[in-house]
């Protein structure tokens, strides 16, 4: 009878054990139910009245951010979720630590589980800025100095400076940015943008000196990179860059002038009009390749890779002189007299200068 008993009890145990069991595990599917529906299914809506009829709202996660300051600066710009609440999601997620820094469009009416796994994916919004080919340091710190999206560190200052933070040796900032489409997260630093540029220059004149031929008049990769803002400023049409290139290296073999009108240009600065006069080409600077033979002293301009390449591989001819014809082209000629024949021929009704 005893034995009945205590296998009754025993019975009854299990069974409230079973049933004790069952229950949490009930009640375990039924919280996270709750949680899941208001992680990935209930809306998050803006708290700012004002970004609330928009379908996005940008906000701001600032770098090297934890997880709790994650939270506050997100409820600090619209994110209606309380602090708390964000942290225990994304820690549920195992998300905590993979939330990235950078500024985000979020959905107005997306779920907090949507909001969470697009900073961990660091689908943030992307800013560009363009160096052109041709474009001068001047325009180029005009153009990054203006730029919204970019923490301007380097307004005011000098180019002294500049090349101090970015551990450079040059005499100056022209020429030394690689023209290319820059892609950068809003408020990034403006000095990361030049860096980014300069590394890109100093690499492909690395690359393009080490293919330097024997015969070269060039002595430095920085007279490399002065000849290419030469060929990119004289260059109408690209496939003509490889015989520009060409006058001038032959023109500086033998000792000729260069008598080129982009370096005077550009050494009367900003303040030129767009007409070159006669009394510019007279009058002496470092720049006026009319007057001084050789180089200038530094870059004239941004050059791009296939002018850097045309400076380091001319095409090979014997040719001193050319002439726009008008059309985009250049006649080019080997001697005096074909050059003056081809001014007369293409240049009679025109009053752009000769080379």
């Known amino acids: 009878m005893s034995r009945k008993i205590q296998g009754s009890r025993l019975f009854t145990k299990n069974k409230t054990r079973g049933q004790r069991l069952r229950a949490w595990l009930y009640g375990l599917l039924v919280v996270i139910g709750i949680l899941y529906s208001y992680i990935f299914l209930w809306p998050v809506v803006p708290s700012s009245p004002n970004v609330a009829d928009f379908p996005v709202y940008k ?74 080919p041709g474009m001068t340091i001047w325009q180029l710190r005009q153009l990054v100095d203006a730029h919204p999206s970019l923490l301007h560190q380097t307004k005011g200052m000098s180019a002294k400076e500049i090349l ?57 990769p920085y ?27 032959n023109r500086l073999k033998i000792g000729m002038m260069l008598q080129t009108d982009p370096t005077v240009i550009y050494g009367i600065g900003p303040k030129f009009d767009g007409n070159l006069r006669k009394a510019d080409l007279r009058k002496d600077s470092a720049y006026n390749t ?19 390449g045309a400076a380091i591989h001319p095409t090979q001819s014997n040719v001193l002189f050319f002439v726009a014809k008008g059309d ?23 009053s752009q200068t000769s080379h």
Do not use: C
């Open 59 to 132: 906000v701001k996660i600032k770098p090297l951010s934890g997880l709790a300051s994650i939270a506050g600066q997100l409820q600090g710009q619209g994110v209606s979720t309380p602090s708390i609440v964000f942290q225990i999601s994304a820690r549920v997620l195992f998300l905590g630590s993979k939330l990235k820094p950078g500024t985000y469009l979020l959905p107005t009416r997306a779920s907090l589980g949507t909001i969470l796994l697009q900073i961990a994916r660091g689908d943030r919004v992307k800013e560009s800025i363009a160096i052109v």
């Open 164 to 220: 101090q933070k970015l551990n450079l040796n040059y005499p100056g900032l022209e020429g030394i940015f690689m023209p290319d489409t820059y892609i950068f997260d809003p408020d990034e630093a403006d000095i990361e943008i030049y860096r980014r540029a300069s590394q890109a220059m100093q690499k492909q004149l690395s690359q393009a000196w080490s293919q330097k031929e024997a015969n070269s008049p060039l002595k430095t």
């Open 223 to 249: 007279e490399l990179l002065i000849l290419a803002s030469i060929i990119e400023k004289e260059t109408g049409r690209s496939s003509d860059r490889g015989m520009v290139a060409a006058v001038f290296t």
């Open 290 to 308: 009319y007057m001084r033979k050789g180089l200038p002293p530094t870059p004239i301009a941004m050059p791009s890779k296939d002018s850097i």
């Open 328 to 350: 985009g082209n250049s006649h080019f000629s080997q001697g005096l007299s074909e050059h003056e024949a081809a001014v007369n021929r293409y240049q009679r009704k025109s």
